[in-house]
């Protein structure tokens, strides 16, 4: 008897580490060195948590050793309220706060506990594919909403409008946004806010990367924008304190709940399930949090995300057959490409090809659901003599490069 993989997994992938990321997988057991710019694992790349993390971990190892309650630890909690309070959500207790193993899990929660077969959602094309993945394996149908490279990737608010149907449930936000940087202005989230108004959806906002932002800019939290809807918010440390290997996330419950008690009951149910989240890493929170307004001189001029952004946004920029829109936050760019010039029909072959001629790993826009061939994920989280590297490597590859039809 041959055992299979459930057909629920039939339309899931995660190309971030999928198959191409095997063959890196292949070439590096060859003996061959690998740049893996697929994912953003800051501690890769050098990138360390500020010392007193470190010493609040060791500080609490004896008291972390049990479970938590299942939303997570009181101290934790109450920070994160604090949080909330700061970015304007309203209507949120501690009780409305869940704490997770990564905001990975508390996706999947939120959307096995929403979720019937052929119910629908919105999410952003391109996107960030565990929001895909989740919804799929619950479920749902997911309706993949399109962003507009030529106005900043914001969301285009009229396909969304043409893409709701008496079956719409929800609609996900990524903001800051992964794969593309972009950071959405009030006047945008407020549109997006009137159609959840309008047809009586969730807002499903992911805000990993607020704490990630240049420019002088600043992150509004749609939620902020909709007391009278119920809205579902989430964040974490991975990213903003270089912790992303101790899985430290957690969504807030905002707004008018009513009409979601039996959704909350269900969201209940899940969290006592797993027991609770990691409940060492829920101790680092309250000290994390409380540097809020601090903004991390990396993301400054001379900072080096900062100027890791301009040295990679630049050079792909004077690369015939390459632009970039340079991001607003996080640290990823998703470069497009001229497919026409370069004959290209599949951008996962492309990513295989640079990666098998120069030994760097990047994602196919395909893998975040993007519905042309034309774009790939690059993070610019190495050094800046790294990314020079990159770019020089980019510039000769394209060069020459014409893509071979696939067998």
């Known amino acids: 008897m041959k055992f299979q993989k459930s057909n629920k997994l039939n339309h899931v992938g995660y190309d971030i580490r999928g198959p191409v990321v095997d063959t890196a997988d292949k070439m590096i057991q060859e003996g061959i060195e690998i740049l893996k710019l697929n994912t953003g694992n800051p501690a890769d790349f050098g990138f360390q948590a500020p010392d007193e993390i470190l010493e609040e971990l060791v500080h609490n190892m004896r008291t972390a050793e049990g479970y938590s309650a299942s939303k997570g630890i009181a101290s934790a909690r109450e920070a994160i309220h604090t949080y909330a309070q700061i970015k304007k959500l309203p209507n949120v207790t501690t009780d409305d706060i869940y704490t997770g193993n990564g905001v990975s899990e508390l996706i999947s929660m939120s959307m096995q506990a929403l979720l019937n077969d052929g119910d629908e959602i ?235 001629e120069h030994h760097i790993l990047m994602t196919h826009g395909g893998g975040f659901h993007w519905p042309h061939p034309d774009h790939f994920r690059l993070v610019y989280l190495p050094e800046i003599k790294d990314l020079e590297l990159v770019s020089e490597k980019l510039k000769l590859f394209m060069s020459s490069y014409k893509q071979k039809p696939s067998l």
Request: proline share 6%; aromatic share 8%; net charge negative.
């Open 122 to 356: 919105l999410i952003p094309a391109p996107d960030y594919p565990l929001w895909t993945a989740s919804a799929t394996l619950s479920g749902g149908k997911v309706v993949h909403y399109l962003c507009d490279e030529q106005a900043e990737w914001y969301p285009d608010i009229a396909d969304i409008r043409s893409k709701i149907t008496s079956r719409t449930k929800a609609i996900v936000i990524i903001n800051p946004n992964n794969p593309t940087g972009a950071l959405y202005p009030e006047e945008l989230l407020n549109e997006i806010v009137e159609i959840a108004r309008d047809h009586h959806l969730i807002i499903f906002s992911d805000e990993i990367y607020d704490r990630l932002i240049m420019d002088g800019l600043t992150h509004t939290s749609v939620a902020s924008l909709a007391p009278d809807l119920f809205v579902v918010t989430f964040n974490g440390l991975s990213k903003s304190h270089m912790v992303a290997g101790y899985r430290c996330g957690w969504m807030c419950l905002s707004g008018d709940k009513s009409s979601a008690k039996d959704y909350i009951e269900g969201l209940n149910m899940l969290a006592s399930m797993r027991l609770c989240s990691n409940v060492l890493a829920q101790s680092i929170i309250k000290n994390a949090l409380a540097d809020y307004e601090n903004a991390s001189p990396l993301l400054l001029p001379g900072g080096r995300l900062y100027e890791q952004r301009e040295c990679i946004t630049n050079a792909i920029n004077e690369i015939p057959g390459l632009s970039v829109v340079k991001p607003k936050a996080a640290f990823y760019t998703f470069p497009k490409i001229d497919i026409e010039k370069f004959g290209i029909t599949n951008d996962e072959q492309f990513v295989v090809d640079f990666l098998n």
